[in-house]
């Protein structure tokens, strides 16, 4: 289903420009910049993350302005990062934010079009060193990512190893070509890796990402070419919702991130779920099924989490699938008994599969926000 579309023509944005939706955060009310199919997202990222901490102060919108073009925040990001100017009067360090200063304004017109950022599988922070990087790092914004390798799929671990997306798919088109068959088979499981994961978010990397970010923090997501503002909440991950659709949605302002499927729920600025758009003649039946299978879900990331503070043995991964699995039929077998379950009821949305994986720059697609709450 398709998000709804702003109703007011005045508020369209052109091309250059962006709306501003307005939600009350922490007592306060804030702007929020919005994105229609093809925009600047990691500009909007990183401004939103501006708004959200109140460090904007420099920026601060008028309270009725509903329109800003990309100039404007441009200028008002340059004045963000030259704020971050140390007050030591060291001359090395001067030097070296003088230094930043000139990478990051080679590197801020890239903002507006899409930054290339190069994964590597090992870490949820760990990226490849670019310049690009710079931007992130003056403004103290973390980056992260959740498209890990498993530690205990030991063959995809030898054949990843710590590589980056750009070495990974050079190894992949080497090994191709081998005579050696050991690493033609290692090419193949780096293949299978990636094309198994081509959502570009592992259960073990959603585990690894809900333990490193810091509770209430800030920061960037960067999954299929595409950067999003997230908060953890409550132990809970969530994304900000900027599609421009839902500019007139007050109570749409986070969206859940508890699975690698595209399976989410929409929440207010107080992180409650929110019952402002519901799908006509929808089924309980299935709604059911969603649901139980989102808990399933969970149950699952939690148990890894578990798993990994207790230092299991890798080869207890086993007997936990088997569990869930079994976690699963019993559901099914439970799906003419009514469920008591928690207060609320999503749709699965489609997971978003990248065509041209991390470290390609393309535009990107627009964001499959169909999730439908009852």
Not at 112 to 138: A, M
Request: aromatic share 8%.
């Amino acid at each position: 289903a398709e998000p709804p579309r702003a109703q007011n023509p005045s508020q369209e944005a052109k091309a250059d420009s962006y709306c501003v939706k307005w939600i009350t955060w922490k007592g306060e009310r804030t702007p929020i910049i919005t994105q229609s199919e093809n925009g600047p997202c990691p500009l909007l990222a990183i401004m939103n993350i501006l708004f959200l901490q109140w460090k904007a102060s420099r920026v601060k919108l008028p309270p009725q302005k509903e329109v800003i073009t990309a100039e404007e925040l441009m200028a008002h990001l340059g004045d963000c990062i030259l704020s971050t100017q140390p007050r030591e009067p060291s001359e090395g360090l001067q030097l070296n934010f003088q230094q930043n200063i000139n990478d990051t304004m080679t590197v801020l017109p890239k903002l507006s079009t899409g930054l290339d950022v190069n994964v590597r599988f090992t870490g949820v922070s760990d990226f490849e060193y670019t310049p690009e990087c710079i931007v992130f790092d003056l403004l103290n914004v973390p980056l992260y990512h959740g498209w890990l390798v498993d530690p205990q799929s030991p063959e995809v671990v030898q054949a990843v190893g710590k590589l980056s997306y750009n070495q990974l798919v050079e190894k992949i088109i080497t090994c191709k070509q081998a005579s050696d068959s050991s690493l033609v088979s290692e090419g193949l499981v780096a293949e299978q890796f990636l094309e198994s994961t081509a959502s570009q978010l592992t259960y073990h990397g959603l585990c690894e990402l809900t333990a490193a970010v810091r509770e209430g923090e800030l920061s960037v997501f960067f999954r299929n070419n595409h950067f999003s503002t997230m908060i953890k909440h409550k132990g809970h991950l969530y994304l900000l919702v900027t599609d421009q659709g839902f500019l007139q949605e007050e109570r749409v302002v986070w969206e859940s991130l508890h699975n690698v499927d595209g399976d989410s729920c929409f929440c207010d600025t107080n992180f409650y779920l929110s019952h402002a758009l519901v799908k006509e003649g929808a089924a309980a039946g299935p709604l059911d099924h969603q649901l139980q299978q989102r808990q399933v879900d969970q149950d699952y990331v939690i148990a890894l989490s578990l798993q990994q503070q207790q230092g299991q043995d890798p080869s207890a991964l086993s007997d936990l699938e088997l569990a869930r699995q079994l976690q699963q039929e019993e559901y099914q077998q439970q799906q003419q008994v009514p469920v008591q379950v928690t207060p609320f009821l999503c749709l699965q949305g489609r997971a978003q599969l990248a065509s041209r994986p991390a470290g390609e720059r393309r535009q990107r697609q627009k964001p499959d926000l169909d999730c439908t709450l009852l």
